[in-house]
């Protein structure tokens, strides 16, 4: 009994360790978990009451950089992640991502509050929160505290706005998607800035920002501006006055220093010296850009709010400088077209057109947006679009005009 007892044990023995044997050559074979979203508790405060998602690809070196990326109405931190693009070129440039987000207890549609005052001022609500997000990651995950980015789309490019103007010295710059200048509202309503706009100077829209951290005097972040044409959620003007705004801010003229052609329909305009960019996607709605696919300048997937267009989050990892250079100059890509303010001779006149603003959009020297017509190109609202209502344009460039002669 003895030795068929030990016969049984040294059978056991060498039945466990071929089972631990096998067991080790499954583990050598599996790889390490991949990096995921992952959401964060403890940051802060939060007096916004928001939720914390942070990404950090694998590899991620000290001193990395982030972008804050701030989803639409209706959407949330995985989704944006999921769809935007953002990811492959955070996998690929080794950067993190910081991905805020808002919820209906807040807000009935889950819009981040950039109409709110207790929201939008500087070390208050969901504009603290995010702050504090940032601080957290930057000082846990050892990141570059000078290379922090934001990037929104609706109501987070509204946030943006809101980020940009509260917490200056926070980001090398920004992108506002399909957004709203900071301070439409209030003291304007929701719906006012949403589906016509709010007209004001450069300087009042820029007086807004100033007055958001009043005193500062360091460096403001660039910022670059997308808008879909036909957007009617978030009207185009939005656009141009968020350009008003900026460059406003910035200390550059709203005359762009070059102009250029992108693939699907997309125009870029560029102010001073890269400081501010917009760029107009033609016949896109409501949404952020993107372009599946997996060419180097494609990215994300198209379904609600990711519009099949052109990968805007490629546009600004560039603009951003994450792709291992500064601050880029426009990429190669684009094909410059003369300046939008030259007439075509010292000696020749300029081609100058005065008619009703219907027929300026007839004639393709205007567009109409929410009941306004807009010069082409310049995008200076020319007043209600019918047949009473006369403007005087002028042709300072192919496809460009300006009021007045």
């Known amino acids: ?7 049984l044990t040294r059978l056991a023995g060498a039945v ?5 044997a096998a067991t080790a050559l499954v583990a050598a074979a599996v790889p390490a978990q991949a990096a995921t979203l992952t959401q964060v508790t403890g940051f802060g405060s939060n007096p916004g009451n928001l939720a914390m998602y942070a990404y950090r690809p694998d590899g991620l070196p000290a001193n990395a950089p982030a972008v804050v990326l701030l989803h639409g109405c209706t959407q949330n931190a ?7 693009g953002w990811q492959k070129y955070a996998d690929q440039w080794k950067f993190a991502l910081i991905v805020p987000q808002q919820s209906s207890a807040n807000q009935a549609l889950s819009c981040f509050n950039w109409f709110t005052e207790g929201d939008i001022t500087r070390g208050q609500g969901e504009a603290l929160s995010i702050r504090q997000m940032i601080s ?6 050892g990141l570059d505290g000078s290379r922090v980015f934001v990037s929104g789309l609706s109501a987070g490019g509204a946030m943006t706005s809101v980020m940009l103007a509260t917490y200056p010295e926070v980001f090398a710059a920004g992108s506002v998607i399909a957004g709203i200048p900071y301070r439409c509202s209030p003291p304007a ?22 007055a958001a951290y009043s005193g500062y005097t360091g460096r403001r972040p660039r910022v670059a501006i997308w808008h879909g044409t036909s957007d009617s959620t978030v009207v185009p003007a939005n656009a141009t006055e968020s350009r008003d705004q900026w460059t406003n801010v910035l200390g550059v003229s709203q005359t762009p220093t070059s102009t250029s052609s992108l693939p699907a329909g997309t125009s870029l305009e560029v102010y001073g010296n890269d400081a501010v960019r917009v760029y107009r996607v033609s016949g896109m709605g409501h949404g952020t850009p993107v372009d599946p696919g997996s060419g180097a300048d494609q990215c994300g997937t198209a379904t609600s709010y990711f519009l099949d267009t052109i990968c805007s989050t490629y546009r600004d990892a560039l603009f951003f400088g ?3 250079g500064g601050p880029p100059s426009p990429t190669p890509t684009v ?3 003369a300046s939008p303010t030259p007439t075509a001779s010292p000696t020749t006149a300029p081609t100058c057109v005065t008619a009703s603003n219907y027929a300026h959009v007839a004639a393709g020297r205007a567009y109409q947006s929410g009941g306004y017509a807009y010069a082409l190109g310049s995008n200076q609202r020319m007043g209600l679009y019918n047949t009473f209502y006369t403007s005087t344009l002028k042709q300072t460039a192919p496809t460009y005009w300006v009021i007045g002669c």
Do not use: E, H
């Open 78 to 84: 995985a989704g944006y992640f999921a769809n935007s």
């Open 335 to 337: 094909s410059a077209t």
């Open 136 to 141: 957290y990651a930057t000082s846990t995950y």
């Open 189 to 210: 309503s929701t719906s006012t800035c949403q589906y016509s706009g709010v007209d004001k100077t450069p300087a009042a829209w820029g007086d807004l920002v100033r």
């Open 16 to 20: 466990a360790g071929a089972v631990l």
């Open 322 to 324: 994450l792709n291992g």
């Open 1 to 7: 009994m003895r030795r068929s007892s030990s016969i």
